[in-house]
């Protein structure tokens, strides 16, 4: 495995920020077990977490005018650099008015050991979480979250509240991994919610699973 501090990189349209190899899951589809790429970029994986300075240092070398939106993804799970990602999406806002998403498996409260939702008021634009299926015990079996059966509840719970501060919020699963009938129980969790249901493709604008 190569490592690099490829912090930013491009997917079409999107600049994506790589924060963090960390996740609390090790989903058995995960990309990162496939590679180490995304969509022709340096190794995602890094040498280091880095700090807000060079994330914000390494936009000064991107023309920002090129992109439609900022996306915190990578290899790993953004929330778990909360603190760091809060700071950077302020600052993209500031700076470059671009709107701002964040991919996540909505497992970020119980990572960051609060209610992390209310955080990404004013912040962030759009959330888009894995909701995987919409069984619990097929979804502890996809993930192994180090949260264990907790995972599940948490991520619907963090959808539901993440609404009351960001706009568009879309869970996702993959195309051809869930039969109709789950996708209609997907659809319904979803409209409990109040959030947007999307099928999406395993590999999607460099979104690696989420
Ligand atoms: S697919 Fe996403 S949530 Fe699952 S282990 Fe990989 S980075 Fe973590």
Redesign the pocket.
């Given at each position: 495995m190569s490592k690099a501090m490829t912090l930013l990189y491009e997917v079409y349209n999107g600049l994506y920020v790589n924060l963090t190899n960390r996740?609390?899951?090790?989903?058995t589809?995960?990309?990162?077990g496939q590679g180490e790429s995304v969509c022709g970029s340096d190794s995602l994986w890094l040498e280091r977490e880095p700090t807000f300075e060079e994330v914000r240092d390494a936009f000064a070398r991107f023309d920002m005018e090129k992109y439609d939106e900022v996306v915190f993804c990578g290899?790993?799970?953004p929330t778990e650099a909360w603190e760091v990602l809060k700071e950077v999406a302020a600052y993209v806002k500031e700076t470059y008015g671009l709107p701002v998403r964040v991919n996540t498996?909505g497992q970020g409260s119980l990572i960051n050991g609060r209610d992390i939702a209310p955080e990404f008021a004013g912040i962030i634009d759009a959330v888009s979480i894995?909701l995987n299926t919409p069984n619990p015990e097929r979804y502890a079996e996809l993930?192994r979250s180090q949260f264990g059966d907790a995972a599940f509840p948490a991520m619907l719970d963090f959808a539901r509240e993440v609404k009351r501060s960001v706009p568009d919020v879309t869970m996702t699963t993959v195309e051809t991994t869930l039969t109709p009938e789950e996708e209609a129980a997907c659809q319904r969790i979803c409209d409990d919610l109040g959030v947007n249901y999307r099928i999406r493709l395993w590999v999607d604008q460099g979104k690696?699973?989420?």
């Amino acid at each position: 495995m190569s490592k690099a501090m490829t912090l930013l990189y491009e997917v079409y349209n999107g600049l994506y920020v790589n924060l963090t190899n960390r996740c609390s899951c090790r989903c058995t589809f995960c990309l990162r077990g496939q590679g180490e790429s995304v969509c022709g970029s340096d190794s995602l994986w890094l040498e280091r977490e880095p700090t807000f300075e060079e994330v914000r240092d390494a936009f000064a070398r991107f023309d920002m005018e090129k992109y439609d939106e900022v996306v915190f993804c990578g290899f790993g799970e953004p929330t778990e650099a909360w603190e760091v990602l809060k700071e950077v999406a302020a600052y993209v806002k500031e700076t470059y008015g671009l709107p701002v998403r964040v991919n996540t498996n909505g497992q970020g409260s119980l990572i960051n050991g609060r209610d992390i939702a209310p955080e990404f008021a004013g912040i962030i634009d759009a959330v888009s979480i894995s909701l995987n299926t919409p069984n619990p015990e097929r979804y502890a079996e996809l993930t192994r979250s180090q949260f264990g059966d907790a995972a599940f509840p948490a991520m619907l719970d963090f959808a539901r509240e993440v609404k009351r501060s960001v706009p568009d919020v879309t869970m996702t699963t993959v195309e051809t991994t869930l039969t109709p009938e789950e996708e209609a129980a997907c659809q319904r969790i979803c409209d409990d919610l109040g959030v947007n249901y999307r099928i999406r493709l395993w590999v999607d604008q460099g979104k690696i699973t989420k």
